[in-house]
């Protein structure tokens, strides 16, 4: 008999996609890593005779606490000031093969947004259907349903899901193209490049927390998301600046105010202009960026 603590290797192996599962639920990366966490103590102690497949047992284990957990956040969100977006997962590196596979379109920050409106567990069956390809069969037990319950939850979210995500498609190489045109528009005040870039009918969610200024509701319009961006830069002047980073798996900006993070921005593009943009200004969930060097 092999106990699973005497094999910490294939824990680390299994880890990034354990932290996929637990981040795509919770959004919140240090939530994420309690989980899998808390999946490592029951591996340490479980009978690995009785496993039929490691992987299978720990992402069962970590969706059900992930489950539990945001069933818990849910009515702390319920008390959060304005709107909740993820915690951005930011890279300012080149990515690694392994970490580009962790960092799909599945994670954008716009399919977390609608991800929101589904429940925990509906949440759980379309993640484990559409982003990590499990059966029915082997979702049932995990979820406790009936594998006809999944496949009726999958439905649901799918459509949910179809209904308010982006419509658009777009290749990286157009995404980044767009990006780089709106950030030297923003970079130089420039407002009618920018309002040329933004489509009519652009939104822009925000998420301060509370703890910064941010907007109480839905900002639609080109013109108006133009002006916006306008505002912010005559208000910083040569102390504001753009970088690029990949926001959830996508092209994003991070803007920095005298040198330190201000907000980390996803975008959602046609692949000619920008049609969305999630903010995400709460400094609780900037932490993890660095300051410009």
């Not at 308010?164 to 709106?182: N, S, T």
């Not at 920095?256 to 400094?283: K, W």
Request: overall charge neutral.
């Amino acid at each position: 008999m092999t106990d699973a603590s005497h094999d910490p290797g294939r824990f680390a192996q299994l880890r990034p996609r354990l932290f996929a599962v637990a981040y795509r639920m919770l959004g919140i990366r240090a939530d994420a890593e309690d989980v899998v966490q808390d999946a490592w103590l029951r591996w340490s102690g479980v009978n690995r005779d009785a496993v039929q497949s490691d992987e299978a047992w720990l992402v069962a284990v970590v969706t059900r606490m992930a489950i539990d957990r945001l069933r818990t956040a849910r009515a702390q969100r319920e008390a959060y000031v304005g709107y909740w977006l993820p915690e951005p997962l930011v890279e300012i590196e080149e990515r690694t093969p392994e970490a580009a596979a962790e960092l799909a379109s599945d994670l954008s920050v716009a399919l977390m947004w609608v991800l929101e409106r589904l429940t925990p567990k509906e949440r759980a069956a379309f993640l484990l259907r559409q982003a990590f390809d499990l059966d029915y069969k082997d979702m049932a037990p995990i979820l406790d349903q009936s594998e006809a319950a999944c496949r009726q939850m999958v439905h649901r979210a799918t459509q949910r899901v179809k209904q308010e995500a982006p419509r658009f498609k777009v290749p990286a190489d157009l995404h980044r193209g767009v990006l780089e045109r709106f950030l030297q528009a923003a970079r130089s005040g420039d407002h009618v490049a920018l309002q040329a870039l933004l489509a009519d009918d652009a939104t822009i969610v925000s998420d301060g927390g509370g703890k910064v200024a941010s907007f109480m509701k839905i900002i639609s319009g080109g013109r108006r998301i133009s002006h916006l961006y306008l505002a912010v830069h005559l208000r910083h002047g040569r102390s504001l600046e753009y970088r690029i980073a990949r926001i959830n798996g996508e092209p994003g900006l991070l803007r920095y105010v005298d040198g330190r993070i201000e907000s980390a921005q996803a975008f959602v593009t046609d692949g000619l202009r920008v049609v969305a943009i999630y903010t995400m200004r709460n400094p609780e969930k900037l932490n993890a960026i660095p300051a410009l060097p």
